[in-house]
């Protein structure tokens, strides 16, 4: 038996942070489409809302999407003071229902926004596309919604980080081209994979792959998306490898 | 009396610990939340944060006489704080009721769906917010209060060695700490150019005094030297909250500590009295000459000698110099200067006073990068002969070390992910 709801609870207003990761800020989209939308972001995320607002837009434009610069991570005091005040106007202007999706961002972030929107209500996504809605306050039973994974497409995915596919070559409007590699969006998991198959053991070749997966994954993120290198590496490489890359050796013999 | 309550995080229990050094409280109210579910990973991440709070990591097969009590450190009973365990299958079962006033809710542990639950339950519970504080501790230590935005700088921070325990599960024996003051004094040296290709400093007798103490006796043309200078050069950065020389790791059970010791070549047995032939009788038997009939399987050959060696050092006392020694060739990896920054990142670097560098310089010091904070870490190399370079080169930072006297490596320069630091779009 499905856990998931068909009733979607409705929040006028819901508050997220723009993170790494891709998928599940498009799944909280997907999953509450007849909301408002208030995405913070920090000048070290910058450079992803340009390419997130220009999708949001064009996919969901009779939605109201606003993205608000915070101060940088390096200064969390900051940070509160700024949710701090620009809820209070929020709050103040239309005080409709609201909710926090806490699965974004620091705990300094999302904790301060759920305390100053006075929502109640969070929504997270642990993976898949499943969101869990909860009001902690009331201590209601968790609700699950379950967003149907084909209302996503590769492209869109990629799109909504400025990159594109071909097939074969990944490139984005920055001009970094990835040769020869696979990327797959699994619509049942919600799940965007990343696969370079390697075939020369010159170290250089393996360098290469590591630094582009590596380059991947802080326009991806970890949360939905998988990063996978095929083939030989030199010890060099494999020392540079962050822990979320996946390394197999041959087909079939994982590391 | 301040009551401390904290989600434990069992996937690494460093923001637990972090949270209870920074708050420094009479009580603390650990929440294990479905413990009971625990993967091994997770029960060994709790075993080792009660070791911490017990402030000895001494395993338990680990022979009293051995340790060094230098590796300890004040257990939380004796900082003042009793920690109480809550096991929970939700946060809501967790009687924050029974706590009355002082109470400081830290969310610097555990998963934000969990803390804004607790959050929730605070607040139901207690509706006046005087009563408690709802705090978010940083990776510098200091610690943001959410409602109001007052930042507070914390009462202790961990140490290297707390915080490689605690990540890692592994013994870390660090040297002598960098100071900022020696820094300042010497960080711009003068410089001699007078053998080509390799950048040396002037007055090296006075370089000296200021490096160490009068035993040490520093050869110039050897790296030791650049180890001292750059501890002390780097905890002058205003982004690095310590600096430490020499970080050697050690592994975290008896027996490969014993042969981690003594697998190394440096090692004399006569400085610590091992018998060259072994110490225990040789299991195997003797030919009709008497010589030790030969084992064909290396492996039980090896089980032996560890097991001997072990014996040796279990049954035997040590003055505290041999102690000393045994234990600085007890490591598994090593590096020369280590520092930790205000947001919680490492740096790890080695020194080479040489006019080449070699790529095994560069796989060390990544190595124990990846052993000890593979998300959080810059690895650099401090050298004599190269320029500076501004992107890592292969994952590793290029330092001349005239250079250390200007902050190389700031936070700003720094994002919370290594691969920023080994950027494709960077090259």
Request: glycine residues 6%; contains cysteine.
């Amino acid at each position: 038996m499905s856990r998931c709801s068909v009733v979607v609870p409705r929040f006028q207003h819901v508050y997220a942070t723009v993170s790494d990761s891709a998928i599940p800020l498009l799944v909280l989209v997907e999953g509450f489409s007849s909301s408002s939308f208030t995405f913070w972001y920090t000048p070290e995320k910058s450079n992803k809302v340009k390419y997130l607002s220009r999708y949001f837009e064009s996919k969901f434009p009779s939605t109201q999407f606003g993205f608000v610069e915070l101060p940088s991570m390096n200064n969390p005091a900051a940070q509160v003071l700024a949710i701090r005040e620009h809820l209070s106007i929020l709050n103040r202007e239309d005080p409709s229902p609201s909710a926090v999706f806490v699965s974004a961002g620091t705990s300094t972030m999302a904790l301060s926004m759920w305390f100053h929107a006075r929502s109640n209500s969070w929504i997270s996504l642990r993976k898949g596309l499943e969101l869990t809605i909860w009001n902690p306050t009331e201590g209601t039973q968790r609700t699950s919604i379950c967003v149907d994974g084909t209302t996503l497409t590769l492209q869109q995915i990629l799109y909504s980080r400025g990159w594109i596919y071909n097939g074969k070559s990944l490139q984005n409007e920055g001009g970094i081209i990835g040769q020869d590699i696979t990327v797959t969006y699994d619509a049942e998991q919600g799940v965007l994979s990343f696969l370079k198959n390697i075939k020369s053991s010159k170290s250089r070749v393996g360098e290469r792959a590591v630094s582009f997966m590596s380059a991947l994954l802080d326009e991806f993120g970890l949360n939905g998306a998988t990063y996978e290198i095929r083939g030989p590496l030199s010890n060099r490489a494999l020392n540079l490898m962050n822990p979320a890359i996946a390394h197999t050796e041959r087909e079939g013999e994982e590391e | 009396m301040k009551k401390l309550i904290t989600i434990f995080n069992p996937n690494d229990p460093t923001p637990t610990a972090m949270s209870i050094r920074t708050h420094n409280p009479s009580e603390v109210h650990v929440l294990l939340v479905k413990d009971k579910a625990y993967s091994n990973s997770q029960k060994n991440a709790l075993g080792r944060f009660k070791s911490w709070t017990s402030g000895s990591i001494r395993p338990d097969d680990f022979p009293k006489h051995m340790w060094l009590p230098r590796m300890d450190w004040n257990s939380l009973v004796e900082m003042g704080t009793q920690v109480i365990y809550h096991h929970l299958d939700e946060i809501s079962s967790f009687d924050v009721a029974t706590l009355g006033p002082h109470i400081v809710v830290d969310f610097f542990s555990g998963s934000k769906e969990m803390n804004v639950g607790l959050m929730a339950h605070v607040q139901v519970t207690y509706p006046s917010n005087n009563i408690y504080e709802l705090v978010v501790t940083q990776l510098s230590g200091a610690f943001v209060n959410i409602v109001s935005g007052i930042k507070k700088e914390p009462d202790y921070i961990l140490s290297i060695r707390e915080r490689v325990w605690l990540s890692s599960g592994k013994i870390a024996l660090a040297g002598e700490k960098g100071s900022a003051e020696v820094g300042e004094r010497i960080k711009n040296w003068e410089l001699s150019f007078a053998k080509p290709g390799k950048i040396m400093p002037q007055n090296t007798e006075q370089l000296s005094e200021h490096l160490g103490s009068p035993e040490d006796d520093f050869d110039f043309e050897e790296g030791y030297w650049l180890e001292h200078f750059a501890t002390h050069v780097m905890a002058t950065w205003p982004d690095v909250l310590e600096t430490r020389r020499q970080l050697h790791l050690m592994p975290a059970t008896w027996s490969e500590f014993v042969a981690a010791a003594m697998s190394k070549d440096d090692l004399s047995y006569d400085a610590i009295g091992y018998p060259p032939r072994g110490y225990s009788e040789w299991p195997y038997g003797h030919d009709e000459n008497g010589d030790r009939i030969k084992v064909q399987d290396y492996q039980k050959w090896r089980d032996w000698i560890n097991d001997d060696q072990m014996l040796f050092f279990s049954n035997n006392t040590f003055t505290q110099e041999q102690l000393e020694y045994v234990w600085s060739f007890a490591f598994i990896n090593d590096v020369d200067v280590v520092a930790i920054m205000k947001n919680g990142f490492w740096i790890f670097t080695e020194c080479k006073h040489r006019t080449s560098l070699n790529p095994e310089t560069s796989q060390r010091v990544l190595a124990i990068a990846s052993s000890v904070a593979p998300r959080s870490s810059i690895c650099a190399v401090v050298q004599s002969h190269k320029h500076t370079m501004t992107h890592p080169k292969q994952g590793v930072y290029v330092i001349m070390w005239p250079d250390l006297k200007n902050s190389l490596i700031s936070i700003d320069s720094s994002d919370p992910i290594k691969i920023e630091l080994y950027n494709h779009r960077g090259k």
